[in-house]
């Protein structure tokens, strides 16, 4: 199957401090990229999807300049939390569908403990 | 009534058992279906893809679609410690682009 990575795997900032995350295909274009974020024992939750060259498009609920996403090639997605603050400690996970694929490959998540 | 209902369960199973996870769904426009399996921790694994009634097998797993009852299953033969983790159902919608519907989520726990 298609691989999809992540990076960083787990990231510890300080309070008011952005953050980073790099979510990529490794061995397909991947037209759409979407961001999830995860509570403990929770299921997904989607938080944006994006196609590449243009901007992504946010689920109500969330804040579009809190959560910067940047779809600007076929293999490269990021997320920025800007600004973050305890309660955007959670599990983001990035997931990536390529032009001839119906279904969807998760990368391997990313961890985020803001204090 | 949400568009796909799974039962977060959790289910336990001793090892060896016939594990079924089910999801129902109220939109007959859902044309594919998928299973996730997701360990703790870790980002979700896609392991069955389907888009027609029937059963598909791969190896212990088998999931079966009926499309007329509106209803996804996972079989798990030969159940197995290492088999303990979240499955997630999925299915997409094509309504001019692609959207991905996912459950809740059943927490497994195969005992040894």
């Known amino acids: 199957g298609a691989v999809v990575s992540q990076h960083p795997s787990w990231v510890i900032c300080k309070s008011g401090t952005s953050v980073k995350i790099e979510c990529r295909s490794l061995?397909?274009?991947?037209?759409?990229m979407f961001w999830y974020r995860q509570f403990p024992k929770q299921s997904l939750m989607l938080m944006a999807t994006?196609?590449?060259?243009?901007?992504?498009?946010?689920e109500q609920g969330v804040e579009k300049d809190k959560f910067l996403i940047n779809h600007a090639s076929l293999t490269l997605s990021t997320l920025t939390v800007t600004s973050a603050h305890p309660e955007d400690s959670s599990f983001y996970i990035c997931?990536?569908?390529?032009?001839?694929?119906?279904?969807?490959?998760f990368g391997p998540g990313t961890r985020l403990l803001v204090l | 009534q949400k568009e796909v209902e799974q039962d977060p369960g959790p289910l336990s199973v001793p090892e060896g058992a016939i594990v079924s996870l089910n999801c129902t769904y109220s939109?007959?426009?859902?044309?594919?279906f998928m299973w996730y399996r997701q360990y703790s921790r870790k980002g979700p694994e896609l392991l069955m893809y389907?888009?027609?009634?029937g059963n598909k097998e791969d190896g212990r797993f088998t999931a079966q679609v009926d499309k007329s009852s509106k209803y996804i299953s996972l079989f798990i033969r030969d159940s197995q410690p290492s088999d303990s983790a979240t499955y997630l159902c999925?299915?997409?919608?094509?309504?001019?682009?692609?959207?991905?519907?996912f459950g809740a989520g059943t927490r497994l726990f195969v005992k040894a």
């Open positions: 061995d397909f274009q991947a037209t759409t």
């Open positions: 939109n007959s426009a859902f044309q594919y």
């Open positions: 997931s990536a569908r390529g032009l001839a694929e119906e279904t969807q490959y």
């Open positions: 994006s196609n590449e060259g243009s901007k992504a498009t946010y």
């Open positions: 999925a299915m997409i919608l094509n309504t001019g682009g692609f959207k991905t519907i």
């Open positions: 389907t888009y027609s009634s």
